[in-house]
């Protein structure tokens, strides 16, 4: 091997360079990663134009959620107000129809089964202490009413209820509408009393 002005240093030292890359341990050195921030690597895949899109795409996603939730509360809170207002609606105040009963005579029944408040919307005078309230139900085969009556010094409150009559629990019902009558009877004169229906 010549010799160099140097000596055999620079020769050794290429010597080993050399080694070191062909030898096992440097060939399966694993390449150092290029770090990369993730808005570099964006930009490379899609330039700036696509990063400011992917950023303006995302910003719009956001604000959509947050207009669906806003929207599912405000819905849930009218729900809640419109509830209330139902349940603190508890009379109302009939018609007076002077022409006399204008449906199909019900006679109360204290038997009819699951009894539910149903509204009226008139009734009668009959006599000074008898009224007759008309009222919307079902076939008269299948359903039956009965009524309580709460009076005052200023108002009389019909609560009139409808249920299914004994004989038609379990049977197959006409789905039909019909206008009714029932009498009632006061403790007293109605006078100017005002009538109320407790539905």
């Known amino acids: 091997?010549?010799?160099?002005?140097?000596?055999?240093?620079?020769?050794?030292?290429?010597?080993?360079?050399?080694?070191?890359?062909?030898?096992?341990?440097?060939?399966?050195?694993?390449?150092?990663?290029?770090?990369?921030?993730?808005?570099?690597?964006?930009?490379?895949?899609?330039?700036?134009?696509?990063?400011?899109?992917?950023?303006?795409?995302?910003?719009?996603?956001?604000?959509?959620?947050?207009?669906?939730?806003?929207?599912?509360?405000?819905?849930?809170?009218?729900?809640?107000s419109g509830s209330s207002s139902a349940a603190t609606t508890t009379t109302g105040t009939p018609t007076e129809a002077p022409n006399g009963q204008i449906g199909r005579a019900f006679a109360a029944n204290p038997a009819i089964v699951s009894p539910h408040s149903i509204p009226f919307d008139s009734y009668t005078r009959l006599a000074p202490d008898k009224i007759a309230v008309n009222f919307q139900t079902g076939s008269p085969e299948c359903y039956g009413v009965d009524a309580a009556v709460t009076e005052t010094s200023s108002t009389v409150t019909v609560d009139l209820k409808s249920g299914t009559l004994p004989e038609a629990v379990g049977k197959m019902c006409t789905m039909i509408a019909v206008f009714g009558t029932l009498e009632i009877s006061l403790k007293a004169p109605l006078g100017d009393r005002k009538v109320l229906s407790a539905k």
């Open 1 to 80: 091997m010549p010799r160099s002005p140097h000596g055999y240093a620079p020769v050794l030292r290429r010597f080993r360079r050399v080694f070191a890359g062909n030898s096992p341990a440097g060939r399966n050195r694993p390449a150092k990663p290029s770090i990369r921030s993730r808005d570099t690597r964006v930009t490379a895949m899609y330039g700036t134009r696509g990063r400011r899109l992917i950023a303006a795409a995302a910003a719009t996603l956001i604000g959509l959620a947050i207009t669906a939730c806003g929207s599912t509360e405000n819905s849930g809170d009218q729900t809640k």
